[in-house]
């Protein structure tokens, strides 16, 4: 079936340090895959998004690149800062157009 | 643009009292999602409305959990009785398409935080 696995947190990162966050996918077909963010107290908002193999998605510094061969969309950022820690969220949609969600990673950026 | 409003943002109950949320989406959006969120946890979609008729409610509870979407605006959801289980975050999103293809977004609201004791 399909389902979405990320690295599990917390990550603590110092600010400016290069970020990684993982994330593999199994799914029929060729998904469309999301990034969204969820800043502490605030709802779930749209980071980034890439609709088919080798696209790179991209906002507010970060990226994530589909990658069909290694079924992964990890996501990066060369520089982190204080307001980026939050929980981020890797998901997929499905055929049926639902969404199918990671469990959620939680970063940490230390000043 | 005013976002999607959620209302209370915080309920504490006792188990087998019963609780309900409501969600005000976008003007305009014919979507509205409930989507239930454990700590630690990914979101679970729990029901989905095109304007007011239901596309999916596969994964909602229907013995305790019921939701509406009267005039295909506002939504309410309700549990009753209440579990000790069905503490979370109960997130309501809306979008202005039926599905999420390739131009979509979903917009979420701040999310109503449960805590049944």
């Known amino acids: 079936g399909n389902s979405v696995t990320q690295m599990e947190g917390p990550v603590t990162l110092s600010e400016e340090a290069f970020l990684t966050i993982n994330c593999t996918y199994t799914a029929t077909g060729y998904p469309s895959l999301f990034w969204y963010v969820q800043y502490p107290g605030e709802g779930l908002q749209l980071l980034l998004k890439a609709t088919k193999a080798d696209d790179k998605g991209s906002n507010k510094g970060f990226e994530a690149t589909y990658r069909k061969e290694t079924t992964s969309f990890h996501l990066e950022k060369g520089s982190v800062q204080v307001s980026d820690s939050a929980v981020y969220f890797c998901?997929?949609?499905?055929?049926?157009?639902?969404?199918?969600w990671g469990a959620g990673t939680k970063l940490i950026i230390k000043p | 643009e005013a976002g999607v409003a959620q209302s209370p943002r915080y309920k504490i109950i006792e188990k087998r009292q019963s609780v309900a949320f409501w969600c005000n989406p976008i003007?305009?959006?014919?979507?509205l999602y409930w989507y239930q969120q454990i700590l630690g946890q990914g979101p679970k979609l729990l029901i989905q409305?095109?304007?007011?008729?239901?596309?999916?409610d596969s994964q909602l509870p229907k013995d305790r959990f019921s939701a509406e979407r009267l005039k295909g605006v506002d939504s309410t959801l309700k549990i009753q009785p209440a579990k000790l289980e069905d503490s979370a975050v109960y997130l309501c999103?809306?979008?202005?398409?039926?599905?999420?293809?390739?131009?979509?977004?979903?917009?979420f609201g701040q999310g109503t935080r449960l805590t049944v004791v």
């Open positions: 999103a809306s979008s202005h398409r039926q599905v999420f293809d390739q131009n979509t977004e979903a917009f």
């Open positions: 003007s305009g959006h014919a979507t």
């Open positions: 998901a997929l949609i499905r055929s049926n157009y639902q969404l199918i």
């Open positions: 409305f095109q304007n007011n008729g239901v596309v999916d």
